[in-house]
């Protein structure tokens, strides 16, 4: 058991478990600020604040000599991989810092760096079911809460703690007038606090590092305006423990479809409300419905009202209603849900029936099975990792999402000879158009 005491802002924990992890107690996120002309370095007050944070966090820990502190790009060295550098730091760094800002909002980088930290959060609560809430947020400049995508604004925080003077001005003001010094000292100290105390008491486990040519950002595109809404609907075809297989073990499965836990006992939490995490995570709203309650919609022949990911366990075809059902499905031509078959290479059940349970998949489900780009095909073949199922559910939401863009009624309604404008869902990515891969013969299929 961690025992954690506090003593004029000195946090203490055992020198044997600190001697065990000297990983960067945070790591800075700012968006760099374009140069004026004027010569001078237009981020050397933000690097001010990570000396000054690294001072503290010194003095307020057992760090050995030479550990690191906190991180900020400008710790790479020259010739050093950036992105590799980034990652690196990324997955294995304890607190996550972003500096909140209008710019910092509109950086497609920052959201990148945020969406990468949160992934291991949210692999964190899937395997444990516990919080893992550590991100500590800092006004660089003050942001209106209008303004705030979804990612920040669901963050639990109290910047009233640092002082009222730093609500109002944000770090920024107080670095830049002498007035503000003592107020500035005093938000600093304890903005390194309370990084320490989460740093003590979350204990996040270290990630894959995350490629940034793929990464999607955490905010969307700026494009779609911070605040859009931009729903995304995860449908889950899976039985109860009520209604399974003769034969089929009950470990993971509740009284309801969303209680489905394919990755158990690896995973804690049911898979649909990781999914939940990770699509919320990409600046989307979602909505959890049953397959066995919704597949009466009538959508197939008339425009879409919201981009789907369809979560199915290969064991719901064992019953031949719910098979019906979903071939019937299948047979509607609904590109703009994607469809996702989660499975465990720990589940010897699952294994030794594979082949049966693809076959049957394939016979019911072929349009799914392929049409799409290659991850599509692969995530409908079948995900065997928790870690895997977050690497590739981004990318089908962004297929999904732009599949909805293409196939969504026009708004407003065309009128009068005019031309409506689609409704506007931009993907994680960024991206408000698509161009398909000419190498990917998925292209030809489905028309991406």
Known sequence: MRVLTQDGGRVHASTQQRAADHRPYFFLSYAHTPGHGSGTDPDMWVERLFRDLCGHVLAMTDLPAGASP???????RSGEGWSERLGEVLATCRVFV?????????????????????????HHRARSNQPAEAIVPALWVPVPPSQLPGSAERLQFNHRDFGDRYVTDGLYGLIKLRLFAQEYERAVYELAKRIVR?????????????????????????????GAPRPMRITIAAPTRHDLPDGRISDYYGDHPQDW??????????LAYVAEELVRSLNYQAQITSFDEESGRPEGKSPPTTPEILLVDRWALQDEDRRRR????????????????????????????????????????PAKMRHGRTFCRAAARGVPTMEAFGQILPQVVEVAAQQYLKHAKAYPPVTGGGHGERTRLTGPMGHTSYTPDPHDPATEAEDL
């Not at 906190?70 to 790479?76: A, L, Q, S």
Request: negative net charge; hydrophobic residues 40%.
């Open 198 to 226: 989460v740093a003590d008491t979350v204990r996040i486990d270290t990630g894959r590092p995350v490629d940034y040519r793929l990464a999607p950002s955490a905010f969307g595109s700026p494009s779609s305006g911070v």
């Open 326 to 365: 979903l071939a019937a499905f299948d047979a509607e031509d609904r590109p703009w849900v994607t469809m996702v078959v989660p499975w465990s290479r720990e589940d010897h059940q699952s294994r030794a029936a594979e082949a049966e349970l693809t076959e049957k998949l394939e016979a019911t489900m």
């Open 261 to 270: 836990n394919p990755y158990h006992p690896a995973a804690a939490r049911p």
């Open 70 to 76: 906190g991180f900020m790009d400008r710790e790479i």
């Open 98 to 122: 972003p500096l909140f800002s209008p710019r910092y909002f509109a950086s497609e980088m920052c959201g990148k760096e945020w969406h990468a930290f949160e992934q291991r959060a949210i």
